[in-house]
């Protein structure tokens, strides 16, 4: 037997003496025990306001986040759990700034219930003026209000693709049975609740559950399916159209065939520059690890432009998990261009001796108290695009981080063929 109230006694509900999201809260309650539902079925998702007290006054799953963006969260608990019902609360103000969400959530069509609680104006920050707020209203934005056209949601959400649209009133006394309704549709549902804000809206403006009955009767009356919008709800059509597609080549897996020179963490620094397949490098340096059976991670940097400015690559091979993937204590720091120095300067100055710093032709180091050892790249014809993969031999020389066992596996394993060939070669320049 399902229990009599889901709503957490623990937290009982705060709002303002009169507040329509009361009503709304305990008309929600009803709907969830005449649909049979337990805490543990349903998940409530809000953001920031007076609605965003809906997750804690119930006794269910919840997610509290951002002003705005609730949808996004729920969007990822119903895929991950598609069981769960997710019904996610905002008021106008949420509406307003998290609207492409709104868009976005009509168009996908995925199985969640929108409650917009529309009181016509930011009720918990002063009584702003709103996306929803009327022209004729008095608010505390003075008169921004008049010059925006407020927003029609119902007819944004169907225009958008939404399936079930729904605007009613707080008061209606079939509040319980179309959230029932909402609840159970088979995909995206959309219902804007009309009330009152007691706290501020109706301190200027004289508003009752009349007026408004008498409003939402002069506007298109909108309760059900769209028509036009039917199909099948996002979570089962993405599992027909995936189960359509071919499977997918397993990861790249490298048996360990080695040891690497060091048993302990190393971390990698490359401080490179757009065109010089840092990024390339980097990887290769990581299936080398995996080559000696350590953990490896990589994180990269780089510009939000793809031919110019820096590009940087952090990497730690440990032989213990790793929890952080960026170098807070480099091993090695190899330097191939000034954009990348210039960028990661700061760290310069806490390089100890036992730190190895690899030079590139033509850039200036910060001080520091590292081992620089230059590379003669130029003199050995290599171009700047092979830097970063040039320095991963002269490691290997070195014995520093990786062999030439660990290089040969990784090189063998990322690339093939003539593009195997010619790397090869290249770095068989370092090596003699």
């Known amino acids: 037997m399902p229990e009599k109230t889901l709503l957490n006694h623990s937290r009982p509900p705060i709002f303002c003496p009169g507040c329509s999201h009361d009503q709304v809260l305990r008309s929600l309650d009803k709907a969830f025990l005449n649909l049979g539902l337990a805490g543990h079925q349903i998940c409530m998702v809000s953001d920031i306001g007076c609605s965003g007290f809906f997750d804690v006054f119930f006794n269910t799953h919840a997610m509290h986040g951002v002003h705005g963006r609730a949808l996004t969260y729920a969007a990822g608990i119903k895929l991950c759990q598609p069981e769960l019902n997710v019904v996610v609360t905002m008021g106008d103000g949420g509406l307003g700034i998290g609207a492409a969400h709104v868009i976005a959530a009509c168009r996908r069509n995925l199985d969640l219930t929108l409650l917009v609680l529309n009181n016509y104006n930011f009720g918990m920050t002063g009584g702003q003026y709103s996306a929803t707020t009327p022209n004729e209203a008095v608010v ?34 079939d509040l319980t049975e179309t959230l029932e309704r909402a609840i159970t ?30 409003d939402l009767a002069a506007k298109e009356q909108v309760c059900g399916e769209v028509a036009a919008n039917q199909r099948q709800e996002y979570g089962l059509a993405y599992g027909r159209e995936a189960a359509a597609q071919p499977a997918l080549p397993r990861p790249l897996g490298i048996e360990p065939l080695c040891q690497a020179p060091q048993q302990t963490r190393q971390e990698v620094v490359i401080l490179g520059a757009a065109g010089q397949r840092i990024i390339t490098a980097g990887e290769v340096l990581a299936l080398a690890g995996l080559a000696a059976g350590l953990h490896a991670s990589q994180k990269n940097e780089y510009n939000v432009t793809v031919l110019r400015g820096p590009s940087i690559s952090d990497l730690i091979l440990s032989p213990e998990p790793i929890a952080y993937n960026g170098a807070q204590r480099p091993s090695v720091v190899i330097a191939l261009s000034h954009e990348g120095v210039e960028r990661r300067r700061g760290g310069f100055a806490g390089l100890g001796p036992e730190v ?77």
Request: charged share 20%.
């Open 140 to 173: 505390g934005s003075g008169f921004l209000n008049k010059l925006d056209k407020p927003l029609d949601l119902p007819a944004l959400a169907a225009a958008a693709g939404a399936p079930f649209v729904c605007r009613c009133s707080t008061y209606q006394k």
């Open 185 to 214: 549709y088979k995909g995206f549902s959309v219902v804007e609740i009309h009330g009152i804000c007691p706290g501020r809206f109706t301190k200027r403006n004289k508003i009752t559950p009349q007026s408004i009955a008498q």
């Open 356 to 432: 190895l710093i690899l030079q590139a032709p033509g850039v200036e180091l910060p001080p520091s108290a590292g081992r620089v050892l230059a590379m003669d790249f130029k003199g050995m014809g290599i171009k700047a695009a092979d830097w970063a993969l040039a320095s991963l031999a002269v490691l290997a020389r070195q014995n520093q981080v990786l062999n030439q066992q660990m290089l040969v596996a990784a090189l063998e394993a990322r690339f093939q063929d003539k593009t195997l060939a010619a790397v090869k070669e290249t770095l068989a320049r370092v090596a003699s």
